[in-house]
């Protein structure tokens, strides 16, 4: 496993600093807009970083064990996320070809399954579920060090879990993306030089709900703390696209209403801003792990004690808006 990240974060960190440079081909800049936090144009290849070097990890692992750690349905939901994404970054797509790409993926995952699956109610609620995902992950990736920061936290708490219920393949599949984020977040970390784009974005998304959905099913965290764990990017993302629907906004286009980009408006910047979300996503991690073995009861308790943690930082972030001056 040791050897497996090592590969993993030197693959990606290696190639995260060529993309900074890169020319030509590889050069896909994300120019500044009125919708935008950052300043200068800054190349957002990243994710093949990402996904190259998480690549890598996996066929070291493979090697070494005797068998695969990632089956081939999610390989293949994977690859078709992120060749699409690559087009979206060069051609900018209109939402409905990549919302089709999404369902498509995300059905080659959930119907190539063997046994076969049935389709039923069940079905299709996985199926809205693992495609939200994928856009909440995508939405809220506009911060410096956000998108990989959450990851690192999120994926890590899997691994620790499964690493503790014994299931090793599943920890060392997490534990790679964990590795693969931390080598790309070291040019990625306010200020950030290179930007992970759609290709990082929406696989990190589809894999965020693929855990959340095999760690209940194998027992590893109920779905409830699942959601937990990535609580800090779908409390976001749903609370605000919620209400940009409800105004009847084209909540599909950019936009500068998350509460992260709130924060950063409101004078925090993107530093301290980042730093605050990674003691949020630290708090919801440690939260999941000490309430994996209780009761179900108790577990409900302390969700509702966080939806009234989440309704108050809300509100505080709404007082800061209101109190401090917008950035310049």
Known sequence: ??????????????????????????????????????????????GIAILLGTTAGLLAAWSWNGHPVVNWP???????????????????????PRLLAQIGAVSVLLFTQQPPVSVDLILIAVLLFLVWMINL????????????????????????LAWQNGNLDFALGCAVIVAANAGFLLKNFPPARLFMGDTGSTVLGLLAGVVILQAHREAILPFWLGLLVFSPFIVDASITLSARMLLGEKFWKAHKSHYYQRLVEAGWGHKRTVLAEYALMMACSATAIVSA????????????????????????IHRIEGHREPQT
């Open 74 to 96: 999610l390989a293949a939901a994977v690859l078709i996320l992120a060749l699409v994404a690559l087009l979206d970054d060069r051609l900018t797509l209109d939402a409905g």
């Open 293 to 316: 073995p209780l009761p179900v009861q108790q577990q409900a308790t302390i969700i509702a004690a966080w939806a009234v943690l989440y309704a108050m930082l809300i509100y505080w």
């Open 1 to 46: 496993m040791l050897l497996a990240l090592a590969i993993t974060f030197t693959v990606t960190g290696l190639l995260s600093w060529w993309l900074t440079t890169a020319r030509g081909y590889w050069r896909v800049l994300d120019i500044p807009n009125e919708r935008s936090l950052h300043t200068r144009p800054t190349p957002r290849t990243g």
């Open 137 to 160: 992950y995508n939405f809220m990736d506009g911060m410096d060090g956000f998108a990989a920061g959450m990851a690192i936290f999120g994926f890590g708490t899997f691994t620790l």
